[in-house]
C-alpha cells in the first residue's frame, strides 16, 4: 500500500508558474514509476508526465513537453511537477499515481492515488 499526497497547487496568471508535490508513505516509494495525471471540469483525466523509479528516464504529454518538468527525491519519498508557462488549458485537478504494470500513459496501469491539488491559470 502507498499513499499519496499531493500539495502546491493554486490560482496563478497565465504565463506563470507552480512547482507541485506528491508526498508518498506506505511501501518503498524508490521502487515504483510515478505519474502524473490531470482532470478538467467535463473532461476524462488525461495522462501529463511520467518518471522511472530511478529517475533516469520521463515521459511527458505533447500538450506540457517543454514547459513542465517531472522529477524525483526518493530519499524525501517525493515526486515533484515543474510548471512553467502556464496556460489557462492547464487548469486542472492534478493528481499523482503509483505505476505498477503497462503503459505509463494509460492511468489503468497505476494503481494508487492521491487525492488531487488544483490548478487554476487565469488568462
Known amino acids: 500500500q502507498v499513499q499519496l499526497v499531493e500539495s502546491g497547487g493554486g490560482l496563478v496568471q497565465a504565463g506563470g508558474s507552480l512547482r507541485l508535490s506528491c508526498a508518498a508513505s506506505g511501501r518503498t516509494f524508490s521502487s515504483y514509476a510515478m505519474g502524473w495525471f490531470r482532470q478538467a471540469p467535463g473532461k476524462e483525466r488525461e495522462f501529463v508526465a511520467a518518471?522511472?523509479?530511478?529517475?533516469?528516464?520521463?515521459y511527458y504529454a505533447d500538450s506540457v513537453k517543454g514547459r513542465f518538468t517531472i522529477s524525483r527525491d526518493n530519499a524525501k519519498n517525493t515526486v515533484y511537477l515543474q510548471m512553467n508557462s502556464l496556460k489557462p488549458e492547464d487548469t486542472a485537478v492534478y493528481y499523482c499515481?503509483?505505476?505498477?504494470?503497462?503503459?505509463?500513459?494509460?492511468?489503468?496501469?497505476?494503481?494508487?492515488w492521491g487525492q488531487g491539488t488544483q490548478v487554476t491559470v487565469s488568462s
Open positions: 518518471i522511472s523509479w530511478s529517475g533516469g528516464s520521463t
Open positions: 499515481a503509483a505505476y505498477q504494470w503497462g503503459s505509463y500513459y494509460q492511468e489503468r496501469g497505476y494503481d494508487y
